[in-house]
């Protein structure tokens, strides 16, 4: 009778004490038996975390590296295994297919739509959206083809394992046009992930929709949290037109309350006369497109604020006294003479309901009415996931379709690569200042004795703060000098060195000081926090500055 010895391992050190122990086992055995190893993954979790504890990320951000990981302790297993005299076979688990099953059916295509519903969604937000994709289904049935919108869909940052549900909406008829927004035309601050990328995205979506589907007309921005009435799809566009090409329904609060004083300072305006009238509402606004006055006064305005930072999200502001495309918005519209008067409810639309998706995703499932792949087959996403996704822009695409600007800034060339290209360049970056004051003494002794300890220091300070060979310091300086008088800045910026013995910093070193250290030097809570977002960057190599000089503006930017 033949015996089997199945050991369930991965890469830990008990791990490698149960294959000691079916070894020594399988020696002992008296008749015949062989040995299977199977690799598995979070079989033995560090201690003080819960038992398979990676098993919640296989799903999620964490797969990508831990299928890499998987790999190297599959190679190592291999090889402790062969120090045994037995005749085992490692079995590497394969990874399971996804979950297809498609149940909605796509109707079939207009010539014409009537109008064009824009949304947009990162990886946080993607079983908001799905909730949203179907409340929209469930409506088409109630229409004619020629007479439901167009969906239209933006990907403004998801992760790799969600893009097959991306897909599975086109498929199964949720989605008509599903489109990748490309974050390399646009200023790096509009990458969702940082503060929520201060939502200037959305004004950059609108503008390119509204030259990308001009033809209809009526264009709709609609947040993925919202839900929709087969009233408000068969009386928006004439609302739309009726208010002269542009409807938004009231938001909370008045704009004294949401709008910065930079945003007024931004346009030149006094915020006395904008003060009560009430906001415009971000989650939901119409335009005509077909309206020349609308693109004029609204659509290109504010696409235009939401390129520059100080317009959109000026020094100073945030989500307590802000609400960066909701305030310019609804200052645009009321300077153009538009008004949000009325709420979300009398135009038979409701917003902000995401907070359910899942039970009403997990309800849809039970009555054998949700497709999958979907998000309720993957575990919920966490802030520090979309952190991880921020550090690692490549997971944003399938393996075989990462940009290629993005992947020269992810493998930048060697160092022997540069050396040849870059030889004056580094002459340069190289000069001592001690060698070229002893040449000068030498040479000219009348002007070598001007040249004292207290010239040659300050001669040594202005070098460093003009030295681009440190440009985690340049960046650093620029930073803290960023809209204050020189004098101040310079102030906080000898506070700063004064934190660290009045040498400049390593990125480890700033990492290694708190929020609230660095801003006893006189940096704003927002300048401290970039100084240690720019320092992390360093510290995990995800900026290359030796590849500075071969990358374009928008290269370094992205970066």
């Excluded at 167009?150 to 599903?178: A, W």
């Excluded at 002794?445 to 703060?465: H, M």
């Amino acid at each position: 009778m033949d015996f089997r010895i199945v050991v369930a391992v991965d890469g830990s050190n008990g791990s490698k004490k149960a294959i000691e122990y079916a070894a020594d086992l399988y020696s002992r055995c008296a008749c015949s038996c062989k040995i299977e190893i199977l690799y598995c993954v979070g079989i033995n979790p560090p201690k003080g975390t819960t038992a398979l504890h990676l098993l919640s990320g296989l799903d999620r951000i964490n797969n990508i590296e831990i299928k890499q990981e998987a790999m190297e302790e599959v190679a190592e297993l291999k090889k402790f295994i062969t120090q045994f005299n037995i005749k085992a076979i490692l079995l590497e688990n394969k990874e399971a297919e996804p979950l297809v099953k498609h149940v909605t059916k796509p109707y079939p295509k207009p010539n014409s739509y009537p109008f064009t519903i824009v949304t947009a969604s990162s990886a946080n937000h993607l079983c908001s959206l799905e909730n949203f994709l179907y409340s929209l289904y469930d409506l088409r049935s109630q229409f004619k083809p020629s007479e439901f919108p167009r969906i239209v869909v933006y990907n403004i940052g998801m992760n790799r394992t969600q893009l097959p549900i991306l897909d599975q909406f086109v498929e199964t008829g949720l989605v008509d046009d599903l489109v990748t927004f490309d974050y390399f035309k646009y200023p790096r601050f509009w990458d969702v992930a940082i503060n929520a990328g201060e939502y200037a995205w959305k004004t950059g979506i609108v503008h390119e929709a509204s030259e990308r589907y001009a033809e209809n007309g009526i264009l709709v921005w609609l947040d993925a949290g919202n839900i929709v009435t087969p009233e408000f799809i068969k009386s928006i566009p004439t609302v739309i037109r009726k208010g002269g090409g542009f409807w938004s329904p009231r938001s909370s609060k008045a704009m004294k309350d949401w709008t910065h004083p930079g945003m007024y300072e931004y346009f030149n305006a006094d915020p006395k006369a904008y003060a009560r009238n009430g906001n415009c509402n971000g989650a939901a606004i119409g335009f005509d497109v077909s309206n020349k006055n609308v693109m004029k006064q609204l659509i290109e305005p504010w696409y235009q604020c939401g390129l520059d930072k100080n317009c959109i999200a000026p020094p100073g502001s945030s989500r307590e006294n802000h609400r960066q495309d909701q305030a310019a918005l609804t200052f645009l519209a009321y300077r153009a003479g538009f008004s949000c008067m009325k709420s979300p409810n009398y135009y038979k639309l409701q917003t902000h309901r995401d907070h359910s998706c899942r039970s009403e995703l997990m309800a849809l499932d039970l009555q054998e009415k949700l497709n999958h792949p979907s998000s309720i087959d993957y575990p919920k996403w966490y802030g520090s996931n979309t952190l991880q996704l921020y550090h690692h822009p490549e997971w944003r695409y399938p393996e075989d379709k990462v940009p290629e600007q993005l992947k020269r800034i992810l493998n930048p060339p060697s160092t022997d690569q540069l050396a040849s290209e870059h030889t004056q360049y580094d002459l340069l970056r190289k000069f001592e200042v001690s060698k070229a004051v002893e040449h000068i003494k030498l040479h000219d002794p009348k002007l070598g004795a001007y040249l004292t300890k207290e010239v040659i220091a300050d001669f040594k300070l202005r070098l460093e703060n003009a030295d681009g060979s440190n440009p985690f310091r340049s960046l650093t300086r620029s930073i803290i000098y960023q809209q204050i008088h020189g004098k101040a800045a310079a102030s906080i910026y000898n506070k700063f060195l004064k934190l660290f013995d009045d040498t400049f910093p390593t990125p480890s070193q700033v990492l290694a000081k708190t929020v609230e250290e660095l801003r006893s030097a006189g940096l704003s809570a927002r300048k401290a926090d970039s100084i240690r977002d720019l320092a992390e960057k360093f510290n995990k190599n995800l900026i290359t500055p030796e590849c500075f000089d071969k990358m374009s503006d928008q290269e370094i930017s992205a970066q």
